[in-house]
């Protein structure tokens, strides 16, 4: 399958290369001018459990995107969430009406940028338990194992949806076909939009956030304001099972001692946060549906303060 | 008049020492050993705009206090908010049908603990604007000048509250008896309600605060989360005068470079909030009156995560 990566950061790294070795034809587009000049320099190298393995992929600035360069069956969707419109402007010329799109952002609402550049019946929604990590321009470290989760959002994209499960299938990326990913989706978004936003704010760990009395009601007062507005979206959310989930990663000999990607792009980094498409979605979803989310309203304004005073870029 | 002082602390030293020199018969209350054992040695020392005062006034604690002390005529209601029943379950004895209390206590809700320990028409409501800092045991710096707005929550009250309005003149504390003092408290509940927890969660001064994009709509909402349960009580907040007034006080060249004084208590002496008598008095509030005040919820929620984090007491 010829394949390209919109987003070829740690994750888009990870399917680029998996999907190269499954012996796809991949092709790399990313913004970051250093990560693009190593990787044409050296390759895309990285620790693979240990091993080193460096795959010589294409790679393009979305600039660089025209009618020229070839056209793709699958664009895999791995932006930053804010990055994702301005990515797809740009690499328009590469869309037809054959081109499907499979996103795989976490966060809520990428269809409807997506729907922008790529009719409905192209779109593919997924999920992913992968991990993977950044080392520096042109480096990655890929780490254990992870699956994915894919879906069709039209009915008409099963069968192109189900290829691409075979494609993934090869490339030892553990798919699967959902008949339900969009409820996954938005259970993953529970545990980011309690998490992420939370412990960015009170400047805590994950085991820390879990310790304080008041965890309980700000998750669970989260969470129904989460499955408020995917009911509207007729995603019929299990709130006691979404919370056990969450307090599951309280554990301190788990991934407790962690602090959440939020807290490492804002407080660490003084980067913008996802805050937009995780709890500022379910806030826009919800006047669109007339359904309050006050918690998701007030969080994503303190993230969106805490951004401006940490003056994050 | 006989007056006691129920919290000496900066205010409940500023009251107790104009009031004395003012002519009147002056106790001090308060649970702070080292202050009790100071004023006890070497009066209360106070400088007064400049000049050094020594007021050498009786002082006890709370538990010392039975029915040998003196019946008072007023005991003015100065603690923190928290200690508030405390201070009067303990103070029980000095209490009868002829006392009245004046609660100048921030923040809300403080009549309903008042009521457990005075009938209703002993008690008088009243807001300060006088300032007052405590710099050590003993020893408070008075500058400027204010005012008291006082008043009696029932009618039969009246009398007396033109009376203290009389002692507190005499005394130079620029009283005035209002007919409708309790709109005062929850105007300057919105001011404590928004800024202080605000600040505190977000790590910044009064000034840094209101020039974030997120500030209005921050404020506007938690103004009216405060307006629609004051309406219950029959109090009706001109929100946008009240938000006018709010956006005063982000002046660099006022208070604006200002850490308000939950900031200071929590973040940097790690002191529990007042946080339960101001957002949290409305959360309540909105509870018993099935009035919404989402962003008093999570707010309070937050400040007490936030407690717990630095291991306030």
């Given at each position: 399958m010829k394949i390209a990566i919109a987003g070829a950061g740690a994750m888009g790294s990870r399917l680029g290369i998996m999907l190269h070795q499954g012996g796809n034809d991949v092709t790399l587009i990313d913004q970051w001018p250093a990560h693009i000049e190593a990787i044409r320099k050296n390759g895309l190298i990285a620790d693979f459990n240990g091993e080193e393995v460096v795959a010589n992929l294409p790679i393009f600035s979305p600039e660089e995107i025209d009618h020229q360069n070839e056209q793709v069956d699958l664009i895999i969707a791995l932006t930053k969430a804010q990055q994702l419109d301005a990515m797809f402007k740009a690499i328009q010329?590469?869309?037809?009406?054959?081109t499907y799109v499979l996103c795989l952002l976490?966060?809520?609402?990428h269809e409807d940028v997506l729907e922008k550049y790529v009719p409905k019946e192209n779109i593919l929604v997924g999920i992913t338990m992968w991990t993977a990590g950044l080392e520096g321009p042109g480096r990655v470290k890929l780490l254990g194992d992870g699956e994915i989760e894919l879906e069709n959002i039209d009915p008409s994209g099963k069968k192109f949806a189900l290829e691409v499960v075979d494609v993934f299938q090869k490339a030892g990326l553990n798919p699967s076909y959902s008949s339900n990913v969009r409820y996954s989706i938005w259970r993953k978004a529970c545990v980011n939009g309690t998490l992420n936003g939370l412990c960015t704010i009170l400047d805590c760990n994950i085991a820390e956030f879990g310790a304080l009395p008041v965890s309980e009601s700000l998750v669970k007062t989260l969470i129904s304001e989460f499955a408020a507005v995917a009911e509207k979206e007729a995603i019929y959310l299990d709130q006691a099972e979404v919370y056990t989930h969450i307090v599951q990663t309280y554990d301190p000999n788990g991934i407790g001692l962690h602090y959440p990607s939020m807290y490492q792009d804002?407080?660490?980094?003084?980067r913008l946060t996802e805050i937009d498409y995780i709890n500022g979605a379910v806030w826009r979803k919800g006047q669109k549906y007339n359904v309050a989310t006050p918690f998701c309203a007030m969080l994503t304004q303190l993230v969106h303060g805490k951004e401006e005073l940490l003056g994050a870029k």
């Open positions: 010329p590469m869309i037809t009406e054959k976490n966060g809520l609402g804002l407080i660490k980094n003084h």
